[in-house]
T-cell receptor, first 114, second 115 residues
Framework: AQSVAQPEDQVNVAEGNPLTVKCTYSVSGNPYLFWYVQYPNRGLQFLLKYITGDNLVKGSYGFEAEFNKSQTSFHLKKPSALVSDSALYFCAVRDPGNTGKLIFGQGTTLQVKP | SAVISQKPSRDICQRGTSLTIQCQVDSQVTMMFWYRQQPGQSLTLIATANQGSEATYESGFVIDKFPISRPNLTFSTLTVSNMSPEDSSIYLC????????????FGPGTRLTVL
């Protein structure tokens, strides 16, 4: 079965430091991977995606993600964290087939402290 | 991208009643989905709203509890029927212009509290 795992419930970093939010996946066929961010009392905002091509994907707000096929990982990164990056982050993979469904990880809360 | 609105944004309801949530998109989309996000949890897909036909429900969700309509390519409704406190969640509408090969766009959500 297809699945996504985010092994950390919460990540704490100091402002200005680099951040990494981890994601691993299990899917048959070529993966279509996504990162979303959810601010309090808001819907999900799309950050970036991997479909094919370069393993390093750049997205919104200075975020990037590195696709690693051998490790089946798609970690979210940012070179210098901001306090305003504090939010809930979800990794997702497209379910194979023609359904268009997304399978979400359990989410990681990022806390950036000044 | 797509601009998605949901109504209501939040509601407090009594046990045993029903609430209908509306999702409106600013342009035609291929697929529309309804998700539930229980407090402190991830998103769980309830169903895919199919234009002009019955929705496709995920395991654990049934039409009698969550009837869905999609009369055209820009609008869908989700009804939460015979509510109980366990239905207290955020309900999110999402859309995609293809079959999910690119990003889905999400509405702002409807925060439902059932007393």
């Amino acid at each position: 079965a297809q699945s996504v795992a985010q092994p950390e419930d919460q990540v704490n970093v100091a402002e200005g430091n680099p951040l990494t939010v981890k994601c691993t996946y299990s899917v048959s066929g070529n993966p279509y991977l996504f990162w979303y961010v959810q601010y309090p009392n808001r819907g999900l905002q799309f950050l970036l995606k991997y479909i094919t091509g370069d393993n390093l994907v750049k997205g919104s707000y200075g975020f990037e993600a590195e696709f690693n096929k051998s490790q089946t990982s798609f970690h979210l990164k940012k070179p210098s964290a901001l306090v305003s990056d504090s939010a809930l982050y979800f990794c997702a993979v497209r379910d194979p087939g023609n359904t268009g469904k997304l399978i979400f990880g359990q989410g990681t809360t990022l806390q950036v402290k000044p | 991208s797509a601009v998605i609105s949901q109504k209501p944004s939040r509601d407090i309801c009594q046990r045993g009643t029903s609430l209908t949530i509306q999702c409106q998109v600013d342009s035609q989309v291929t697929m529309m989905f309804w998700y539930r996000q229980q407090p402190g949890q991830s998103l769980t897909l309830i169903a895919t709203a199919n234009q002009g036909s019955e929705a496709t429900y995920e395991s654990g969700f049934v039409i009698d509890k969550f009837p869905i309509s999609r009369p055209n390519l820009t609008f869908s409704t989700l009804t939460v029927s015979n509510m109980s406190p366990e239905d207290s969640s955020i309900y999110l509408c999402s859309v995609t212009r293809d079959r999910g090969y690119n990003e889905q766009f999400f509405g702002p959500g409807t925060r439902l509290t059932v007393l």
